[in-house]
């Protein structure tokens, strides 16, 4: 059964064939450490997770890397600005070292929590900067460098197709330029190497043959696939926000020092909406995941929500919307459950199902073609083989749920003690409310004798 995957460079679906017999390479841009995620940078993660579990599903051993950006990556995609670690250090009072790596644990944390499948490989920027220096001279070897008072750039003139992977308009770009450019000779070009600035305490920097500084933000990925998967890989993913500038300068730099475009094939996922404007944490204002689990949700509810719209299309989050995603993990979880075990793949239904995420992840489809099976006239044990075969992409780790929870959120707890309090007060308008915001978090509560009992609902 062929996978069609979308791929951004040729702006079209394309059947995927591996370039390896072995392995598949999968690179996808990591986090940088200078805060926490936010949800909205883990719905990418997502579907990079359900992309390797769906090549799994179709017999493909993936040799999966994710980076780490730990220097390098100024606050200005202009190469101006403070670099965003030294901005994180400044706030947080810990040292750029120490705040690298207390989010880089975090982050961490985050994909597991939302069960995502880990890398084969995790790599930091710091600790390939031999790697870094090498590549830049290659590509200054090739002819692709200039050098100026601040740094080593890129010199995108030289390359007729820079900027394809986004449909770049070079010379709009240039005749429509409103900031001060410096010393750069086009708005596109780029830096391969900073140099520390006179008298400047930078807390992470190194001696290279240019002069002591650190790396540009978007060479990191380039040595590191090319050391990690070869210089020419399967796919390699990222944020929308990543097509204009990093990836394709990553391509630029490839294209410069290797002669090819990196990937085969170049995926990104969609951002997340919030009040009609995408997550950011560059604002200070975001969602992390501990925020949604400290209101009362289970993570992996907002991991069915992500499911719940195509990879390719922006996610509009509320908190309406989180509501209904984990009342519907609660009632599949509780159905997994109650049926019993020994069943037989329903080889009906798992063809339907791998139709559906073989192109192009469409998990709308594919969770529709889950709700299609449980409605069906398969056996109960059955239909619990074939929802086991589905959760291998789906992730939702139907298997290890047990219906008696040791603890119940505390955002549910509290609305519980206000019910019971309103009950007190006799104020029934308001327990029936409560009731009801109780209910729509996916809990329901009853009034007994014995007390007062909170349960999952079925």
Same mark, same amino acid.
């Given at each position: 059964m062929d996978i069609l995957l979308y791929d951004n460079w040729e702006r079209q679906l394309r059947p995927f064939s591996p370039?390896?017999?072995?392995?598949? =390479?999968?690179?996808?841009?990591?986090?940088?450490?200078?805060? *926490?995620?936010?949800?909205?940078?883990? #719905? %990418? *993660?997502?579907?990079?997770d359900v992309l390797r579990r769906v090549l799994e599903l179709n017999g493909h051993q993936v040799r999966h890397v994710i980076n780490i950006t730990d220097v390098g990556h100024l606050v200005s995609d202009a190469d101006d600005g403070e670099d965003k670690m030294e901005t994180g250090s400044r706030r947080t009072g810990e040292s750029a070292w120490d705040i690298a790596e207390k989010y880089t644990i975090a982050f961490k944390q985050d994909l597991l929590t939302l069960n995502m499948l880990p890398p084969q490989i995790w790599c930091k920027a710091t600790e390939h900067i031999v790697e870094q220096i090498s590549f830049i001279s290659c590509i200054e070897q090739k002819g692709f460098t200039y050098t100026t008072s601040d740094g080593v750039y890129f010199d995108t003139s030289k390359q007729d197709n820079y900027g394809y992977l986004a449909r770049l308009n070079r010379e709009g770009l240039e005749?429509? &330029? #409103?900031?001060?450019?410096?010393?750069?000779?086009?708005?596109?070009?780029?830096?391969? @190497?900073?140099?520390?600035?006179?008298g400047s305490n930078r807390q992470m920097e190194w001696d290279s043959p240019w002069g002591r500084g650190f790396p540009g933000w978007h060479i990191e990925c380039?040595?590191?696939?090319?050391? *990690? +998967?070869?210089?020419?890989?399967?796919?390699?993913?990222?944020?929308?926000?990543?097509? !204009?500038?990093?990836?394709?300068?990553?391509?630029?730099?490839?294209?410069?020092?290797?002669?090819?475009?990196?990937?085969?094939? @170049?995926?990104?996922? *969609?951002?997340?909406?919030?009040? !009609?404007? &995408?997550?950011? &944490?560059?604002?200070?204002? $975001?969602?992390? +995941?501990?925020?949604?689990?400290?209101?009362?949700?289970?993570?992996?509810?907002? #991991?069915?929500?992500?499911?719940?719209a195509h990879y390719r299309s922006q996610l509009s989050f509320s908190w309406d919307a989180l509501k209904s995603a984990q009342t519907a993990?609660?009632? /599949?979880?509780? %159905?997994? $459950?109650?049926?019993? !075990?020994?069943?037989?793949?329903?080889?009906?239904?798992?063809?339907?199902? &791998?139709?559906?995420?073989?192109?192009? +992840?469409?998990?709308?489809?594919? /969770? !529709?073609?889950? @709700?299609? %099976?449980?409605?069906?006239? /398969?056996?109960?044990a059955d239909k619990k083989a074939t929802l086991t075969y589905f959760d291998q992409?789906? =992730?939702?780790? +139907?298997?290890?749920?047990?219906?008696?929870m040791s603890e119940i959120p505390?955002?549910?707890?509290? /609305?519980a003690e206000q019910r019971k309090q309103s009950r007190i007060n006799k104020n029934w308008a308001e327990s029936d409310r409560l009731r009801d915001e109780i209910k729509a978090l996916g809990y329901e509560i009853e009034d007994s004798a014995e007390g007062m009992k909170l349960k999952p609902i079925a």
């Open positions: 370039i390896r017999k072995d392995w598949i =390479g999968l690179y996808c841009c990591g986090p940088t450490v200078y805060d *926490y995620a936010h949800i909205g940078n883990l #719905r %990418t *993660y997502l579907f990079e005749a429509g &330029k #409103r900031v001060d450019i410096g010393e750069k000779r086009q708005a596109t070009d780029f830096a391969l @190497w900073k140099f520390s600035a006179a380039s040595a590191m696939s090319a050391k *990690y +998967l070869e210089p020419w890989f399967d796919i390699h993913c990222g944020g929308e926000d990543h097509i !204009a500038i990093h990836h394709s300068n990553e391509i630029a730099q490839n294209m410069a020092c290797h002669g090819t475009r990196l990937a085969n094939f @170049w995926m990104h996922g *969609y951002f997340l909406q919030i009040d !009609a404007g &995408k997550m950011s &944490k560059s604002s200070g204002d $975001f969602l992390r +995941l501990q925020s949604v689990i400290d209101q009362g949700f289970d993570p992996l509810a907002y #991991r069915l929500l992500c499911m719940s993990l609660f009632r /599949l979880r509780e %159905t997994y $459950f109650a049926l019993p !075990a020994g069943g037989i793949l329903s080889q009906e239904f798992a063809d339907k199902f &791998k139709t559906e995420v073989n192109q192009d +992840l469409n998990l709308p489809k594919a /969770l !529709a073609v889950m @709700w299609e %099976t449980l409605k069906s006239n /398969l056996g109960d992409v789906l =992730g939702l780790n +139907l298997a290890a749920w047990q219906p008696t505390a955002r549910i707890l509290d /609305l």
